[in-house]
């Protein structure tokens, strides 16, 4: 067997050695090795701490026509580098890439995949059956759940794999922990009259929650399905409580009514923020007991639910005084407008307002659409109007992509730079 010199993790490179040196048991040794130790493979690079290599494996013994491993980048990869190539002779497959040591991500394995390219799929509204057929790694012990369609609450789910390097930063109150008092989530099914619909509305109150003493802190957040089961937002509140971080705070979590919906109300839609102010918030000062100071009042999201949050406040700054915004998807526009990144400009149109903010966004978020900037440019575009205007601003890029399996971390990143008793961060004066 001829030596392969393009292969560039060293563990593939002593395989091919040892095949090519006759030793008939390499590859079983090999497998027994994987199993044990789980994938994908990650090795480091001589002289570049900052970098490992990491190597994609699928094992098949069946003929197959292509493997891929797809990364959750927002645009960092195409598939053609997603492509696995197979290890002549071999039940191997593999494809190594060169990244940070400080990702952490999700990725799918995705044998005999069509190869479209993925624009092409969304365009066509076929990305959720194609999705279907990826599926998690085997020989990773790491699942995690991906909605096939985040605005859709009701939506099947899918698993990928978790992908996290060395250095990922910590996150140490996603997981429940044994002795933290547990708050309670109810369930409500929410009717709005200004948008003519109705929705599901959980509602955390921390352990001991009384309607008497000290009104508790306000967290409004969107995508309510999501941050309620991908992000363990009642596990993360109970967490940061029991560590003294935060103070007591009661969260409401909106859902969507379908895709459709969540793409037109999360979108600076007028109408949704009157809904939030006139109708939602009102509806949780009769029933819960909150502050109604909006310095101890946050709203915050992800993506779409990123710029519904910026917006609300923006509408409605005398009821939410904090902005915590994850990969806020600021490069939208109205289709009226000809220029894209509306909502930052309206911060450079208006008077300054009595708003503190926190941004973060993914190093991976870095595709230019033809039209609008990547997500990652629109952050920073919207920090640097930010700072420019002196508002209190946290703003952080942290290794990975447009992926819950990050924002689960940064969610407590956010709120402890907004709100936290002792913020591990201060924001800015």
Same mark, same amino acid.
Not at 103 to 127: C, G, H, Q
Not at 361 to 370: K, Q, Y
């Given at each position: ?117 993925? $624009?092409?799929?969304?365009? !066509?509204?076929?990305? %959720?059956?194609?999705?279907? &057929?990826?599926? /998690? @790694?085997? +020989? ?34 996603? $997981?429940?922990?044994?002795? !933290?008092?547990?708050? %309670?989530?109810?369930?409500? &099914?929410?009717? /709005? @009259?200004? +948008? ?31 941050y309620t089961t991908i992000v363990p937002t009642p596990t993360i509140l109970d967490n940061l409580l029991a560590d003294k971080l935060i103070s007591p705070t ?180």
């Open positions: 067997m001829a030596f392969d010199e393009s292969i560039a993790s060293p563990r593939l490179m002593l395989l091919q050695k040892e095949l090519a040196a006759g030793n008939v048991h390499a590859l079983e040794n090999f497998w027994r090795e994987v199993a044990t130790q789980g994938t994908p493979l990650v090795e480091s690079i001589d002289n570049d701490p900052d970098h490992v290599l990491v190597t994609f494996l699928w094992q098949t013994k069946e003929e197959i026509k292509n493997a891929l491993a797809v990364i959750v980048t927002g645009g960092h990869f195409d598939l053609l580098d997603m492509q696995l190539s197979r290890l002549p002779g071999a039940d191997l497959w593999h494809k190594t890439h060169k990244l940070r040591n400080d990702v952490r991500t999700i990725y799918w394995m995705a044998p005999n995949d069509s190869l479209a390219p993925l $624009a092409e799929a969304i365009k !066509a509204k076929n990305f %959720q059956e194609r999705i279907r &057929h990826w599926q /998690s @790694d085997p +020989l990773n012990p790491h699942p995690f759940i991906v909605p096939l369609d985040d605005g859709d609450p009701y939506s099947n789910e899918t698993h990928a794999s978790i992908l996290k390097l060395p250095q990922a930063s910590p996150q140490p109150w996603v $997981a429940s922990r044994p002795g !933290a008092p547990a708050g %309670q989530v109810e369930l409500h &099914h929410f009717h /709005s @009259d200004i +948008l003519g619909n109705e929705r599901r509305v959980w509602v955390y109150t921390p352990a001991g929650y009384t309607a008497n003493g000290d009104a508790y802190d306000l967290l409004v957040l969107f995508d309510g399905w999501a009661v969260a409401v979590l909106i859902d969507n009514v379908d895709g459709k919906s969540r793409s037109r109300e999360l979108s600076c839609h007028a109408p949704f923020a009157e809904f939030l102010a006139q109708e939602l918030i009102p509806w949780v000062h009769q029933h819960y007991h909150v502050v109604s100071d909006p310095a101890r009042t946050t709203i915050g999201g992800s993506s779409s639910g990123g710029v519904a949050a910026v917006f609300a406040g923006l509408k409605h700054p005398e009821l939410f005084g904090n902005i915590l915004s994850q990969s806020g998807a600021f490069w939208w526009k109205p289709e009226a407008d000809v220029e894209a990144e509306w909502l930052p400009r309206q911060f450079v149109l208006t008077d300054k307002l009595p708003l503190r903010f926190y941004l973060d966004v993914g190093i991976f978020e870095s595709e230019n659409h033809p039209v609008f900037p990547s997500i990652l440019l629109s952050n920073r575009h919207m920090r640097n109007i930010l700072q420019a205007r002196g508002y209190p601003l946290h703003y952080a890029e942290y290794g990975g992509g447009h992926d819950y399996i990050c924002w689960q971390g940064t969610l407590a990143d956010g709120l402890l730079a907004l709100v936290g008793l002792e913020p591990a961060r201060k924001l800015k004066d």
